[in-house]
């Protein structure tokens, strides 16, 4: 049996408290406002904190928004100004981090996002400097909701892919179960009481929380049945109708991973320049218009092409699983509401539609 | 220069190449001794100053932006100017709802001649910025989290459309079907909590219909990309007054849009209905009377009276039905305007300066440029070109700071003045819900005071008022330089 801890509600700041001495602490807060949202911040102790899945996931602490790549100057010889050298700072930026009460679907985010990084013939420095120093505390979910489907994509409410330590509500406080021979370290010096004896009622809690989920659909064929609708152009345009190609689908999503290189600054100035890593994303235009001008997908039924076969296609193609985890923040952060898990279906259910 | 004591600020002046730039030349002859502090960019003429010059100045750093081009009459492109002042003006109101004191930008005319007055000029702003002092920088106050407060009334009861005679409308689209390529209306979304855009293209599509409370998207936002195509739309009030502003503006044509419209009653701040209904897994049932609706989920009821969970704009809003359309089913919904400030900006207005700057700190920080904002807007018709991600020109860095993101926001409030409808389609978007409206709507209010009350969106022959001017302009005057 794994190693468990358990905490009362009133135990939960002097717990970050304790993981902040050595860390960086992510954790959800609530931004109140008339649509109010929820998203990872750094903690600091007195910081008010929630429980509830963030609007927006923690891939930032692997995938920064914006992040700088190099940093470079050419710096004139005071003697000599012939002599120009150039200093170059590709060092990442890696600071130790605890992601605290991530979801599951965050958690197996960091998972999915670790193959084309770490796993691929070239492993992203960057990525992998800081994807080293990351411990994910994930909270499972008792309950589904109306947007979420991790149990569609092999993933489930309380499942522990991308996780160091699950934690799990009770009646009366948290149990935290180490999953990874990190995540159990990190309990043994918690200083926490022992979580044994609620190990049972854990177990059955999670159960109810699997009882709580809609019913699955199969999407064992969808793989070859999203493939197999490639090239039917009217499928795409159909249900790209609404669609209004911002990017919001793919900013927050916990395993969307395509990035922008730009350069701001010149080298010769006195702060210099720097190259930044941004986020970017399948559904702009921009994201395929070539130098020429020309555009591979100038068309948003193209875009969403992409971004609906690498999760449910090609990615499984390259990697044997899919790359969307069910989180459902693509359909509720959409300001149309469209419906990924509804695409996948209508192209698994394409051909019983059309005899 | 013994004019001001203290350390050098930073003021940053755009000088028209004809007339301003020689002045300040004519002053440098004559020896018209003046502080250091003032940095000049020549361009060719005041018109050619985009509004966001001078906020990006501003945003980034300066304590100062001085504009100065020939006077009204001696345009060396004719009219540059004229539509400069309109533009400055604009400008100047709009600061302040960003926490930026308006004192620290001013415009005005001097001639190549005028050197004294060029020197008095400077000297005056110079004095001005020294007197206010630094500026103060966005990174700098704590983040300020204000709440809007939505404990509105409305200015007439509002309810949920359910006896509009959707039938009818629906006999109405299917006879002009086979007319029109589409036809843009609201079909139920993922559940029965919600709706979403519809196409129409068959009959049976048409019977996937609805209208009511959950119509919240602005099917308007749909049109541009059918431009030369013949199409339908269905509308409410505020959706229609897009479409006449996309008309105003030429980037649709009348003919190939049919306008099929209803009187709306309200539709729903979704916001606040999904904070009430909490997390779900699914909508049993959703109830309607006349003056709300009951939605139970998960075995749980849960009721919405439209008085008390409308949109901001339902509250002010005096044009429910269309106006302009083809197809009206029902009555038009008299509604007398009152007095009413939208909720935004309110909170805006309720603030300092000092405080304002705080809030956009503190609400800007979780944007995360997705642009949804953008794209929801119906008036926002280059956003595959949008200056927000172009390298060429490079106008805004892809980094995440503050400081990008608000300058973001002020392109896009800046294009839409004189444009934006207030439809509220860009704060709706916003996932992370950042109350972005007040920036437009504080922009419109100007555009009405300064252009006679003028409302975009609701005369298709109607010239927005920045793609015009008036020789002398009524509200407009130039200040002293005492
Ligand atoms: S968030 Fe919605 S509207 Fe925006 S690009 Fe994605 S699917 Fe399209
Ligand atoms: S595609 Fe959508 S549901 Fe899937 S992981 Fe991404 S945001 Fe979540
Ligand atoms: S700026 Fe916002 S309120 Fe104005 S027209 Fe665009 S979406 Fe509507
Ligand atoms: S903000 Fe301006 S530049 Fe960007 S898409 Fe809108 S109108 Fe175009
Ligand atoms: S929709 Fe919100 S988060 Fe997205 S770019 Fe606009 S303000 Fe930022």
Redesign the interface.
Known sequence: MSITRFVKPEGLPAFLAHLSKDARVLAPVV???????V?FEPWKEGKEFTLE?A??PAKAAVL???ETLVSYRKVKDKANPQNVTLELDDTPQAETTVVFAARPCDARGYVTLDRPYLKGPIADPYYKARREKLTVITLTCN?????CFCHWVGGGPSSPEGSDILMTELSDGYILQGITPKGDALLEGSGLDDGADRFKEMEDVRKAAWA???KAPNLKDAPAKVAAKFTDVDFWT?ET??C?????CT??CPTCYCF?I?D?GEATSEKGGRR?R??DNCM???FTREASGHNTRMEKALRMRNRVSHKFSTYPENWGTFSCNGCGRC?S???????I??IVLDAINADKAAK | MPVLNGKELRIVGFLCNWCSYGGADTAGTARAGQPTDLRIIRVPCSGRIDPLFIVKALLNGADGVLVSGCHPRDCHYAAGNFYARRRLEVLKQFLPVLGIDDRRFEYTWVSASEGQRWQHVVQTFTKRIHDLGPAPKLEDPEPL?K??D?ALTSLRPLGTGQKNKLDELKAAIKAKLPELEVVIGWQQ???AA?T??L?MRTPEDVDKLVWGPFNV?NPA??LPQYKGKKVGIVVKGCDAKSVVELLQENLINREDVTIFAMPCEGTL?M??VN?ELG?????DKVEYDEVGVTITADGKEHRFCMNDFAQ?KCYGCTMPTAVLSDTLIGTPTEVKPGPYTP?ELALLDSMSLDERLAFWRG?ME?C?????C???CPMCVC??YCIA???EPHWI????STRDKLFFQTIHAMHLAGRCTGCG?CQ????????ILALRQQIARAVGQLFDGYKSGVDPEAVPPLLGYEVEEKNIHEREWK
């Open positions: 931004k109140p406002a008339d649509k109010r949202s998203v899945k609007t927006v920064p928004q914006c309950s589904g909701c109306n947007t709580t989920l809609v159909r109708d609404r209004l190609s911002c990017g919001a900013y927050f922008n730009t701001e930044l941004t986020w702009s235009p921009l359909i952060n959409c300001p149309v509401s469209l419906d898990r509804q | 989290l709440v809007v939505m979304g993922y559940d919600r979403v855009p196409f998207n936002v749909y701040d916001a606040r904070q997390r779900y897994t699914t909508i901001g909720p609400q979780r995360i440029r997705c642009y949804a953008r794209n929801a956003r595959d991600e172009s390298r860095s892809q980094e995440d389609e709706r978007a916003c996932p992370v819900g950042i109350p």
